[in-house]
T-cell receptor, first 114, second 113 residues
């Protein structure tokens, strides 16, 4: 079985500051890991994903995340926040074999102030 | 445009009404999902269809009735809903046995009055 914990339901940063959104997972099989972003009244859009290979993955809009197996973490970062980054971010995990449903965290709302 | 289209985008219905939400995917995926997203609550997986067969039903009340006539279309039939059913309903699709992500529609914002 898989589960995801996102620490902090809200994260506030100033424009230009580092963005760090935390995600820890548990999985009984090697995981696939995803970060999605959701703007108000919109669906979820994929930011980036880890499946196999390089543990540092780069996504859209300057975001990246690092898969750390020893820490069971997949934190999302961006060096410099933009006002347009204000949204809700969801971390998700699924197993890498057979039919494995996508399990989401509770989400983190990113607030960016000028 | 994500390849998953949901209609309508907004729906207001009375508790005695019957309505349906529609989802269509143009990605050739073999699995489709309904999620419910309520304010201040985690994303809830409602139903999963794999190759047009329902493979998961997460204790959803019978007033929600899914239908998957083919691998490209998914419906959620609604009847005698309650105000607490007001939420954003999201459809998604994916390709099983692959490392690709799930693709989401824009959602239907449902308000039950």
């Amino acid at each position: 079985a898989q589960s995801v914990t996102q620490l902090g339901s809200h994260v506030s940063v100033s424009e230009g500051a580092l963005v760090l959104l935390r995600c820890n997972y548990s999985s009984s099989v090697p995981p696939y890991l995803f970060w999605y972003v959701q703007y108000p009244n919109q669906g979820l859009q994929l930011l980036l994903k880890y499946t196999t290979g390089a543990t540092l993955v780069k996504g859209i809009n300057g975001f990246e995340a690092e898969f750390k197996k020893s820490e069971t973490s997949f934190h999302l970062t961006k060096p410099s926040a933009h006002m347009s980054d204000a949204a809700e971010y969801f971390c998700a995990v699924r197993g890498n074999t057979g039919f494995q449903k996508l399990v989401f965290g509770t989400g983190t709302r990113l607030l960016v102030s000028p | 445009e994500t390849g998953v289209t949901q209609t309508p985008r907004h729906l207001v219905m009375g508790m005695t009404n019957k309505k349906s939400l529609k989802c269509e995917q143009h990605l050739g995926h073999n699995a489709m999902y309904w999620y419910k997203q309520s304010a201040k609550k985690p994303l809830e997986l409602m139903f999963v269809y794999s190759l047009e067969e329902r493979v998961e039903n997460n204790s959803v009340p019978s007033r929600f009735s899914p239908e998957c006539p083919n691998s490209s279309h998914l419906f959620l039939h609604l009847h005698t809903l309650q105000p607490e059913d007001s939420a954003l309903y999201l459809c998604a699709s994916s390709q099983l046995d692959s490392n690709t992500e799930a693709f989401f529609g824009q959602g239907t914002r449902l308000t039950v009055v």
